[in-house]
């Protein structure tokens, strides 16, 4: 069965760093996304992404975070300069671009850790 | 509450039994979707609910919705102790972008 993938699982930061987190969405799939979820808390929209431009960002999604599809197949999500606060398991999850059909499909994440 | 509540916030029982977990919400939406996440893990999509259907079932699973009172309820049925989870209630307004319920963590006793 197709999934989204991400790597890394786990990434250790310190403050002030760039990170980037990398996603391979399910293929046939045309919009992608990015949330995040601090610890104990909901899981917060950040950022959709169709046609090579972002379509919706949240008010979390500032200008120290980016996202790139680099290639056919990757799917980034960039923190240029890393805050204690940014520390989260961040999901990238995509849909089919049917709108009578938009479940979303997660990957198993990446858990950030700024230290 | 916020867009896409859940309650209970934590649900216990034994193996076998029937799990409810409710949804409110307080806009009107386009679909709403039922995750688990199994501790530190991903998300798995569960089922979704078009704002025009009233039930769905998959397997051991039943979903409610009722968007006159704008809720729904996720019904696990004879529940196993792998369906021990959070369950997550998300709501699509038709922007894509998914609004996140707190969850309900359930705890199913073998």
């Known amino acids: 069965e197709p999934e989204v993938t991400q790597t890394p699982s786990h990434q250790v930061t310190q403050m002030g760093q760039e990170v980037i987190l990398r996603c391979v969405p399910i293929?046939?799939?045309?919009?992608f996304y990015w949330y995040r979820q601090i610890l104990g808390q909901k899981v917060e929209f950040l950022v959709s992404?169709?046609?090579?431009?972002?379509?919706?960002k949240s008010e979390i999604f500032d200008d120290q975070f980016s996202v790139e599809r680099p290639d056919g197949s990757n799917f980034t999500l960039k923190i240029r300069s890393t805050k204690l606060e940014d520390s989260a398991m961040y999901f990238c999850a995509s849909s089919a671009a049917d709108n009578s059909n938009t479940e979303a499909f997660f990957g198993q994440g990446t858990r950030l850790t700024v230290v | 509450s916020q867009q896409g509540e859940e309650d209970p916030q934590a649900l216990s029982i034994q193996e076998g039994e029937n799990a409810t977990m409710n949804c409110s919400y307080k806009t009107s939406i386009n679909n709403l979707q039922w995750y688990r996440q199994n501790s530190g893990r991903g998300l798995v999509h569960l089922i979704l609910?078009?704002?025009?259907?009233r039930e769905k079932h998959s397997g051991r699973l039943r979903v409610t919705l009722d968007t006159s009172k704008k809720s729904s309820s996720l019904l696990i049925t004879a529940s196993r102790a792998a369906d021990t989870a959070s369950y997550f209630c998300a709501t699509d307004t038709g922007r894509r972008a998914l609004t996140f319920g707190s969850g309900t963590r359930l705890q199913v006793q073998p």
């Open positions: 992404f169709y046609n090579n431009e972002i379509s919706e």
């Open positions: 609910i078009r704002s025009n259907e």
């Open positions: 293929s046939n799939h045309l919009y």
